[in-house]
Every structure is written in structure tokens, then in C-alpha cells.
């Protein structure tokens, strides 16, 4: 969606929607606008492999044409803010790329992160913003707030379609969000040194805000309408500085609609969650098929693995839970056996109606961890988690009568796809 005829602003422009389909997904890794979303992931799990790409630094980038510094500064005359939902507080930033560095170990590039957290517009050079604990900028924010220290910050608005799913996905605390975009476009990524705080942010970005989080500072952020389909009360939060604006002329700036899914945000977290979590199970659990975290940004996983021994697959689901993503967001997982396609719903319900005896298959691990964003957790940030272990015993597990299952022969997938061709050719 394109927007340059905007109520209060004589050359603004709005772009909206860029990644809200599948076919824009695809377009922004590059492939085939018809690319079905199984091979989109498979094609992201393939590149995920190349990593690290050290970035390419450039200069001169457009957004370095106009500056706006300290109490001059006002960000409602530079940007075309509009509320997203009728009931969100303000203004938000929702789709811009925040990036910070470790404040004990500034020069380390692979610590220095790049992430998405929505930010309300509370005044002229002041935003609030959420660190989810379990993302990067959190930890970060602690060990400088430990100091009695501000965070130092950079905001990137309107960026590329490449670090935006960076800055959606979960990497490991050390992995450079700027060397995974180069991996996933399979060529360096193009960065820029910001002016005021030296951070590294991407040469192609429309306006950059520079500042920092004040130390041990918080007030009420909210509410907005998440991700979850359902809006967040105000909650203090932490309070954001602006000290630096440098923008293109006539930037454009990008927002992202969330609410009841789906929206453009599935679309963006979906892969982005589904591939982090099957590399980093995969690497402790080669017997890991496939993950499918589409739902909700991986609040419902649907695993499939292989089995070494009766057990085994309920302590995959366990892993997910504890993985990087999985600590704030994995709060279900269905388990199923490795010739179940996790992408293939009708398969998963088969294995759920088959397979689950609700008497011992049924985990329920209790006061666990959980982004605080989740509408059920109570206390916000505390919720009970379920494994649901749709996987066929096997030994030492001898629990069922599993007889040999109904498998189609191997030439029929042949005749199928013959099949499918003649009558595609007869239309």
C-alpha cells in the first residue's frame, strides 16, 4: 500500500503492507512471487548456512541529506505519524529496526544488535519503549542500568525488506543480525556509521533517530493492539531520548499493521521464527524433520522428529522451550512423528486424533516463562506450558496397538503428479 496524499502533510509518504503476502515474502528473498511458502523456508534454512557475511560499509548514504539535532527536534513534523488500531494509546513505531550494542562489550560487532520493538511517539523527541526481557536490548538495557548508565540507541525507519526479517528473527545472543542479512541475500549487506553514536545501521535506511534510554526511567506506555489479536494495557515502560534526527529528503516512512491474525506481522515472524528454532534444534537434535512456528510467533510449535527411544520426542519439545525464542514465546507444542509434514494440517490433526492419549501424553510444565505480551500469562510474564506428545510410542514406551500403519505404494506419488498434470493440461 502507497500513500502520498496524507491529511496534514503537503510531500509525505506512506508505505505499508510490504511483506503482507506470501508472494512479498518470496519477493524479498528474492525468488519467484509464486514460490510456495514450504520451499520459501527451505530456501531460508539453505541460506541460513552461509552465515557469517561480513557486511560491506559504505558511505555517503541518503539518509544523511538533513539533520535535526536536541530541542530543535520534532518529530511530528518529520514523520506522518496515524494510530494503527482505534484503541492504541498514540502513535507507535512498529516497523522500525533499533539497534544497540553490549555496554560491557561495546566493540564486539556480533553482540551489537538489530531488533523491532514498538515505540510510542510521546512527545516531540521522547518515545517509550518496550524490551521484551527475553530479547537482546533487555540484557542490554540491564548491564548498562547496573552502571547507572543511559543505553545508547539508533532507530532505522524504513528499511529494506532483508533486515527487517532480521530484525524479526531470533538469533543467539553473539550472532550479527548485519552477517545473517548478508547470508540470507548471499552477498554483503550494506552498512553506514551513524553520526552520533558511532553504531553500525544500514546504508539504505530513509531516517535515522539517535538517542538513548534513560537510565532506570519508566512510565506508562499504552495500550496497543498486538500481534497476539488482542490489545496490551498501558504498562511503565522505559523512556527514550532523541538527540540526533538524520533523514532523506521526502523520506518514506514504513509502519506495519498488527491485530487479529493474519497480518502483515505473520507473514514477517512466521518463517523468521520457524527457521532460528529448527537450526538451533537441529544442531543438539539431528533427528529434527521440521518446524513449524507460523502461529502467532511461535507461541504453538508443531515439531516432527524422529525418535532414538521412548521419550525422546517430549525432550525436543522441552529444548524449544528453552531455546532463545522459545524461553518468551514457545508456550505449546505438538510433537509428531518424522513422516507427518508440520505444515500439513490435516496430517497434524490425524496424529492429534491417533495418536494422544490425553492420560499420559499431555505435559504440563507450570509457571514457566512466557513474553508478558500473551494475553493468559498471569502474572503478565508467567504461564503455564504444554507438550503434546502426538508421536507413536516406541520402546521403552510400549503403551497403544500400533500395527503396521496404511502407507501408499511407492509408485503413487508418480501416478499422482502424472495425474495432476493431465488434468491441468485438459483445463
Not at 296 to 325: E, N
Request: glycine letters at 8%; hydrophobic letters at 40%; aromatic letters at 8%.
Amino acid at each position: 500500500l502507497w500513500f502520498d496524499n496524507i491529511r496534514g502533510f503537503t510531500d509525505a509518504r506512506v508505505a505499508m503492507n510490504t511483506i503482507g503476502s506470501w508472494q512479498n515474502h518470496a519477493i524479498s528473498l528474492g525468488l519467484s512471487p509464486n514460490t510456495p511458502v514450504k520451499k520459501q523456508i527451505d530456501e531460508f534454512i539453505r541460506r541460513w548456512d552461509n552465515f557469517p557475511i561480513a557486511p560491506e560499509r559504505r558511505a555517503n548514504p541518503a539518509w544523511a541529506q538533513n539533520t535535526v539535532d536536541g530541542d530543535e527536534i520534532n518529530l511530528f513534523d518529520i514523520l506522518p505519524l496515524f494510530r494503527l488500531n482505534d484503541g492504541d494509546g498514540g502513535f507507535y513505531l512498529d516497523k522500525a529496526c533499533v539497534v544497540s550494542r553490549d555496554p560491557l562489550d561495546p566493540d564486539n560487532f556480533g553482540k551489537q544488535n538489530v531488533g523491532i520493538y514498538r515505540m510510542e511517539v510521546k512527545g516531540k523527541r521522547k518515545l517509550g519503549l518496550q524490551p521484551v526481557p527475553m530479547h537482546d536490548i533487555a540484557l542490554h538495557l540491564h548491564k548498562a542500568e547496573e552502571r547507572g548508565e543511559d543505553l545508547p540507541i539508533a532507530i532505522t525507519l524504513g528499511n529494506d525488506p532483508i533486515i527487517t526479517l532480521m530484525g524479526a528473527t531470533p538469533l543467539k545472543y553473539d550472532q550479527s543480525e548485519y552477517e545473517m542479512a548478508g547470508a540470507l541475500r548471499e552477498s554483503p549487506y550494506p552498512i553506514a556509521t551513524a553520526p552520533l553514536t558511532g553504531f553500525d545501521v544500514p546504508w539504505g535506511s530513509e531516517v535515522i533517530l539517535e538517542g538513548v534510554i534513560e537510565s532506570r526511567k519508566r512510565e506508562i506506555e499504552g495500550p496497543f493492539g498486538e500481534f497476539t489479536g488482542h490489545y496490551s494495557g498501558g504498562r511503565n515502560m522505559t523512556v527514550v531520548r532523541i538527540d540526533k534526527v538524520s533523514y532523506r529528503t521526502r523520506p518514506i516512512f514504513e509502519s506495519l499493521y498488527l491485530g487479529m491474525p493474519w497480518t502483515e506481522i505473520d507473514y514477517l515472524m512466521g518463517p523468521a521464527t520457524c527457521v532460528p528454532l529448527y537450526q538451533q534444534l537441529k544442531a543438539e537434535f539431528p533427528e529434527v524433520q521440521a518446524v513449524n512456528a507460523m502461529y502467532t510467533h511461535g507461541l504453538l510449535a508443531i515439531i516432527s522428529t524422529k525418535k532414538r527411544y521412548g521419550g525422546f520426542a517430549r525432550a525436543v519439545g522441552l529444548r524449544a522451550m528453552t531455546t532463545p525464542h522459545g524461553l518468551g514465546y514457545v508456550k505449546m507444542v505438538i510433537m509428531v512423528d518424522e513422516d507427518v509434514d508440520p505444515f500439513n494440517l490435516p496430517q497434524v490433526m490425524w496424529a492429534l486424533s491417533s495418536k494422544v492419549n490425553p492420560a499420559g501424553d499431555l505435559v504440563q510444565l507450570p509457571n514457566m516463562s512466557v513474553l508478558e505480551l500473551d494475553p493468559d500469562s498471569s502474572p503478565a510474564g508467567i504461564t503455564d506450558k504444554l507438550i503434546i506428545d502426538a508421536t507413536t510410542p516406541v520402546a521403552p514406551d510400549n503403551r497403544g496397538h500400533y500395527s503396521q500403519p496404511v502407507v501408499d505404494l511407492p509408485e503413487t506419488k508418480a501416478w499422482a503428479e502424472k495425474l495432476t498434470a493431465m488434468l491441468a493440461a485438459r483445463k
